[in-house]
């Protein structure tokens, strides 16, 4: 059972970078980057498959977000570069198990994620 933990959250200013970790993604798993911003609903960012070989990216961080992952490590992350106020917000890690045909074939809405972080805050602002 996946327990994950965020890091890597702060605060920048626009056009800045950071590098957000999720620790304890699990074997099997497809892990995923969600944000949710002040009064908005949770919104999809990345996803991940568990061979790293397949990504899936929000129209708004396409271009601009990079996820990987470090199987030895258990670790997923996403680079997120010229940040933007927009882009103010808690991002959570989450996972689900996949496997067979599903193993890439990447689910972007939040209901299919069984395993979820804590949330670390982002906020752009200058």
């Known amino acids: 059972q996946a327990q994950?933990?965020?890091?890597?959250?702060?605060?920048?200013?626009?056009?800045?970078?950071?590098r957000l970790s999720c620790a304890g993604t699990g074997r099997g798993?497809?892990?995923?980057?969600?944000?949710?911003?002040?009064?908005?609903?949770?919104?999809?960012?990345?996803?991940?498959?568990?061979s790293g070989s397949t990504?899936?990216?929000a129209n708004s961080?396409?271009?601009?977000c990079t996820i990987s992952r470090d199987h030895g490590e258990?670790?997923?992350?996403?680079q997120m570069n010229?940040?933007?106020?927009?882009?103010?917000?808690v991002y959570y890690c989450?996972?689900?198990?996949?496997?067979?045909?599903?193993?890439e074939t990447l689910r972007t809405a939040?209901?299919?994620?069984r395993y979820w972080g804590q949330g670390t805050q982002i906020t752009v602002s200058s």
């Open 110 to 113: 939040a209901g299919n994620y």
């Open 29 to 50: 798993t497809v892990v995923g980057w969600f944000r949710q911003g002040p009064g908005k609903e949770r919104d999809f960012v990345a996803a991940i498959s568990y």
């Open 4 to 18: 994950l933990v965020e890091s890597g959250g702060g605060l920048v200013q626009p056009g800045e970078s950071l």
């Open 55 to 57: 990504t899936s990216y």
């Open 82 to 89: 010229s940040l933007e106020p927009e882009d103010t917000a």
């Open 94 to 103: 989450a996972a689900y198990i996949a496997i067979g045909r599903q193993a």
């Open 74 to 78: 258990n670790m997923v992350y996403l």
């Open 61 to 64: 961080v396409r271009g601009r």
